[in-house]
């Protein structure tokens, strides 16, 4: 059974730095695709970062020079450094992971910026 599992969120002031790891776990398959999107209360979930099908890494609007996506191809883990944060981050960070024509989700890890 593939396993998501994210970590490294936590409290940080504004203008402040957080790094967010994501492990893939229990596949047969090599991952292709791993990414991350949050969701803040009374919103909707949106894309932060992602890797496309071509290699290439995608941002969203809102995080473009502050957010840096990586990965680690031999520890199926994908990292995501976030620079300048703003009060405005704060939301549960999601990663995702697409295994041959499915797509898992890990269970989110909170990321508070004070003012």
């Known amino acids: 059974q593939v396993q998501v599992v994210e970590s490294g969120g936590g409290l940080a002031q504004a203008g402040g730095t957080l790094r967010l790891s994501c492990a893939v776990s229990g596949s047969m398959f090599r991952v292709t695709i791993m990414g991350w999107h949050r969701q803040a209360p009374g919103n909707q979930r949106e894309l932060v970062a992602t890797y496309t099908v071509n290699g290439t890494a995608l941002y969203g609007e809102s995080v473009k020079g502050r957010f840096t996506i990586s990965r680690d191809y031999a520890k199926d883990t994908v990292y995501l450094q976030m620079n300048n944060l703003k009060p405005e981050d704060t939301a549960v960070y999601y990663c995702?992971?697409?295994?041959?024509?499915?797509?898992?989700w890990g269970q989110g890890t909170q990321v508070t910026v004070s003012s």
């Open positions: 995702t992971a697409k295994v041959l024509f499915s797509h898992y």
